[in-house]
């Protein structure tokens, strides 16, 4: 069934593991001897509970959450949480540092102005074509929270660590580098990522919350825009993404019973990263675009020697089977997003076509 499946090397939407695909398509039209698929069940019934639930709990366990987080499924996208953000924590006195370190800072800092709310950007890689991450960061005064992007996904640079903010609780935007690594989630008050980089297919983005964070949302807000709203319903307030929900609890079972846990997960990416950041440190040919230490294990960004061998290497490409490897429409360039459920043969063999494409061009 599955041998004209290329090597998919996507932003986002992105790959999602053969098996879990494979069990969406088996228990499609019979959910779990309900007779329905679980796009017909309706989200108040057992059925749906168990698959939330589960999904939740899963989240918990794999990042070592403690009771004080609430896992929450949201539409909107990150894209949503940008303007959520500021307007459920930055009520009147309030301030809050952002780091912009791309196209994806860049947005959730336009959309707090849009607001009129106080926020400051303390750091940024501007300066450089976003092609780092700042260190050494001054953090303002009694800021009710940082916020950061966790990787880069135009750019392909990526936190290594998160900043010493001295106290002050992180918002991350984790899109498209959640559960590909362990981190202690206590310096966080809040981080969210949409599924369709690392954890499912669109139209559901996952929001992990501290219960502080929640005692700071204010009433005179849209309810759809609060997130005690959903928190107070198990994301259940009005209709969830069911079946988005239920593929990112089949994502989250793969990654601990298939992987192995998030550990296994994280040693796996990292050599694949390594690998794919051989190949190109190697040649002289292909040139990474992040700054060492501050690359992406997530998204290797990188050039060739001009703009026309890089539109026949993404050609190329694609006729041996490797597709999305066009860097973003903002940057040029080339870009292969390796999220996990990307395996380590297709590194392999990318890394195989890379190296025969240089030999053939360089
Ligand atoms: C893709 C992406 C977004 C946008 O996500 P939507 O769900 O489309 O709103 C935001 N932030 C980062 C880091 C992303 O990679």
Redesign the pocket.
């Known amino acids: 069934m599955a041998d004209n499946r290329i090597y998919n090397f996507n ?2 939407p992105a790959a999602l593991p053969l098996s879990v695909l494979e069990e969406i398509q088996d228990s499609f039209l019979d959910f779990r001897g309900s007779g329905m698929s679980i796009t017909e069940v309706s989200h108040r019934s057992k059925w749906f509970d168990d698959v939330i639930n589960d999904a939740v709990e899963r989240i918990k366990r794999v990042l070592n959450l403690d009771d004080r987080f609430q896992v929450l499924f949201l539409q ?5 949480q940008f303007c959520m953000i500021p307007m459920n924590f930055l009520t009147e006195g309030k301030h809050a540092d952002y780091v912009n370190t791309g196209t ?1 800072s860049a ?1 959730a800092i336009k959309e707090a102005r849009i607001q009129g709310k106080t926020i400051q950007v303390v750091a940024s890689s501007e300066d450089k074509n976003f092609s780092y991450i700042p260190e050494n960061i001054a953090f303002s005064e009694g800021a009710a929270y940082v916020h950061v ?1 966790s ?4 750019k392909g640079t990526q936190w290594a660590e998160f900043p010493d903010t001295g106290g002050v609780p992180l918002i991350a ?1 984790m ?2 580098d959640i559960l590909s690594r362990t981190f202690d989630a206590d310096k966080f008050g809040l981080f969210y990522a ?1 599924a ?2 690392n954890m499912g297919p ?1 139209g559901v ?1 996952t929001v992990i919350v501290r219960d502080d964070f929640l005692k700071m949302v204010p009433e005179n807000i849209p309810t759809m825009l609060k997130y005690s709203t959903f928190a107070a319903k198990n994301s259940m307030f009005n209709t969830p993404p069911c079946f988005a929900v239920y593929a990112v609890q089949l994502v989250l079972k793969w990654l601990e019973e298939s992987v192995g846990g998030l550990e296994k997960m994280e040693a796996l990416n990292r050599e694949k990263a390594e690998m794919l950041y051989g190949v190109i440190d190697e040649s002289g040919f292909y040139s990474g675009t992040a700054a060492q230490g501050s690359r992406s294990v997530m998204n290797v960004t990188f050039r060739l020697p001009d703009e026309d061998l890089e539109k026949s290497f993404i050609q190329k490409a694609l006729e041996n089977g490797f597709g999305g490897l066009k860097g973003h429409r903002s940057v040029g360039g080339c870009r292969a997003s390796i999220y996990n459920p990307t395996p380590l043969k297709a590194i392999g063999a990318l890394c195989d076509f890379m190296q025969a494409f240089e030999r053939k061009n360089g």
């Open positions: 932003a986002g909107g996208g990150a894209s949503m994806w947005k992007t990787n880069n996904t135009i935007d899109s498209s949409g369709q980089k669109a983005c």
